[in-house]
């Protein structure tokens, strides 16, 4: 592997999910030496399961680790949406053959342990990316000819520049931005695992089940080889004074999910805990940098889950931001400004499908009916060619 870095002083990346670690990869593989500032005690994921579209794929295959990746993923064989008022089918895409040729991947639900794990081993294994754990960055300032970015514990680190890759509530992004907390956006979320044993039979399948409730949804899948089921289960509320996690029991649980048919609350019966969270995002914006500093993934452009995209944009973003550093030859504010560029349509219009999806997902009434007629009749190409704009690799992803 080439040591010899192209840039003097390395790029700082604060945080070390998948967003910062795909663009520390990224930066190496364009020869560029990076540090990558994470605040936890150990490098790691939070969470379970993680859907992994093909357009996520594509850059996990670019950046070298989409065969590790891949490895313990599920490539699953169709997306389907239930109605969970009737219990009929209103959405099969099939994701065989067709839709890999279409797309270059398949779509695969994976253990989020086990993408964010291909990631780090590719980074802990190349001599330009440095890793430092309990690093919490709090703030920086530019400083020609780069920045200085102040840590917890009194540090001050210099670096030709900054990448804010830390999450939802970004510290760069108050420096860069300001502009405030992430809003919560009206609903929560109760996520829960499964063992595979616990699951009857009838009801596990090789691909995520979603069930389209009255103001609210369920979604479960299988990860890890089918030892163990990811399950989440979000209802629109306005109680936005809810803390932004805790642990609820069961019983607090099953009456958010009214109006349902007897499968869906067979599903939500099993666990014997779960975690509630408050889901929050943020409104597009038209800037997120300045000058030698910039933001990527959530920091940047956090949005709802509903067409689980957060993790492949942040990695669209690693490599869009590396592939412009490179074509700058290392001048980072001309390259964040061009990344930005190549990015803010793309993600903002992911921000405002994925929010539009709450109709969708949550209709009630008339309205419910009229969503399950858009989909009827609907045949596999037709479902692609809407999902192309998405699923397709950018230019960029190489
Ligand atoms: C319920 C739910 C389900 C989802 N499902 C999917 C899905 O199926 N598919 C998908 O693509 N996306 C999904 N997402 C979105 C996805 O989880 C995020 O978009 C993605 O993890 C963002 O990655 P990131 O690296 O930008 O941020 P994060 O994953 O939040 O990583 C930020 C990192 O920065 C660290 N950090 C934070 N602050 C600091 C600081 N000040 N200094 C140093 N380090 C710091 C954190 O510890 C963390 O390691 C889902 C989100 C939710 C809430």
Request: hydrophobic share 45%; with cysteine; proline share 6%.
């Amino acid at each position: 592997m080439n040591a010899t870095p192209r840039n003097a002083a390395p790029i700082a990346i604060a945080g070390g999910g998948i967003g910062g670690l795909a663009c520390a990869l990224a930066l190496a593989r364009h020869g560029f030496q990076s540090i990558v500032l994470e605040q936890a005690a150990e490098f790691g994921e939070a969470g379970v399961g993680l859907q992994v579209a093909p357009n996520a794929l594509s850059v996990l295959d670019a950046l070298g680790v989409g065969e590790a990746a891949k490895k313990n993923a599920l490539l699953i064989e169709r997306l389907v949406m239930m109605d969970a008022v009737t219990g009929a089918e209103v959405v099969n895409i099939p994701c065989g053959r067709r839709f890999i040729e279409r797309f270059g991947n398949p779509y695969a639900v994976a253990h989020r342990a086990d993408i964010h794990g291909a990631l780090l081993g590719a980074c802990r294994a190349h001599d330009l990316i440095a890793l430092r754990n309990d690093c919490r960055v709090l703030d920086f300032a530019v400083e020609e000819p780069g920045v200085s970015i102040a840590l917890r514990q009194g540090e001050c680190v210099a670096a030709q520049a900054l990448v804010g890759a830390d999450g939802i509530y970004s510290n760069v992004r108050k420096r860069i931005l300001g502009d405030g907390d992430p809003v919560p956006v009206g609903a929560i979320i109760y996520r829960a695992t499964i063992p595979a044993d616990e699951m009857p039979k009838d009801l596990q399948h090789s691909y995520p089940m979603f069930w389209a409730g009255p103001g609210w949804h369920i979604i479960y899948y299988p990860v890890r080889d089918g030892t163990v089921f990811n399950l989440g289960g979000t209802v629109v509320t306005s109680q936005t004074w809810l803390n932004d996690a805790e642990d609820v029991p069961p019983h607090h649980v099953l009456p958010q999910f009214p109006g349902s048919c007897a499968t869906p609350l067979r599903v939500l019966r099993i666990p014997k805990r779960f975690r509630r969270y408050v889901i929050r995002h943020r409104e597009p914006v038209e800037n997120w940098s300045a000058g030698p500093a910039t933001l990527l993934g959530d920091a940047a452009h956090p949005m709802v889950q509903y067409i689980a995209q957060g993790a492949a944009m942040a990695l669209e973003d690693a490599i869009c931001l590396a592939g412009a550093v490179h074509e700058q030859d290392g001048d980072c504010a001309k390259a964040f400004q061009r990344y930005q560029d190549a990015r803010i349509v793309r993600t903002a219009r992911v921000q405002l499908s994925s929010l539009m999806m709450d109709r969708l997902n949550h209709a009630k009434g008339v309205e419910r009916k009229v969503r399950n007629s858009l989909f009827e009749g609907r045949t596999p190409e037709e479902f692609y060619d809407r999902l192309a704009w998405l699923y397709t690799p950018l230019p960029y992803v190489k």
